[in-house]
């Protein structure tokens, strides 16, 4: 796997993957960028997301139909001193339907355990959550 990242200015750059879709990153103007393009962490926090994402719809793949919305918010917690990195991530499934926990749990854990590269190549704390129809499900391991 290889992605192409070639500057634009200042602090833009477009990251081009074997996919062949394309990706606008920038600074915010905090960081004296023009805020044109996602910033890299929030590019990691999405990639998160869509890595687990993936392998819980692939897991629970005969399932699907019993889903109406699904939604992951990730919310992470960066270091105060340079360099900035995350030392923790909260992963949170939003999901409506008649899905039994026990399954989306199920899929969460395979995700996190054997599947998610991405997550796995982090050393943040990630802890994953699930409202299920609005409501906090417990964690089942």
Not at 93 to 114: C, P
Request: one cysteine or more; glycine letters at 8%.
């Amino acid at each position: 796997m290889k992605v192409v990242t070639k500057w634009q200015g200042k602090r833009a750059f477009t990251a081009k993957g074997d996919s062949g879709y394309e990706i606008q990153m920038d600074a915010t103007e905090a960081y004296f960028g023009e805020g044109k393009g996602v910033t890299p962490t929030e590019m990691l926090l999405a990639s998160v997301a869509g890595c687990i994402g993936i392998d819980v719809t692939m897991i629970l793949r005969p399932h699907l139909d019993l889903i109406e919305k699904l939604e992951i918010e990730t919310d992470g917690t960066r270091r105060e001193e340079l360099p900035k990195s995350f030392t923790s991530i909260d992963v949170t499934f939003k999901i409506d339907g008649s899905i039994d926990s026990k399954k989306v749990w199920r899929a969460i854990n395979l995700g996190k355990e054997k599947y998610c590269a991405v997550s796995d190549s982090l050393k943040a704390q990630i802890t994953f959550h699930l409202i299920l129809n609005g409501e906090k499900q417990e964690k089942i391991d």
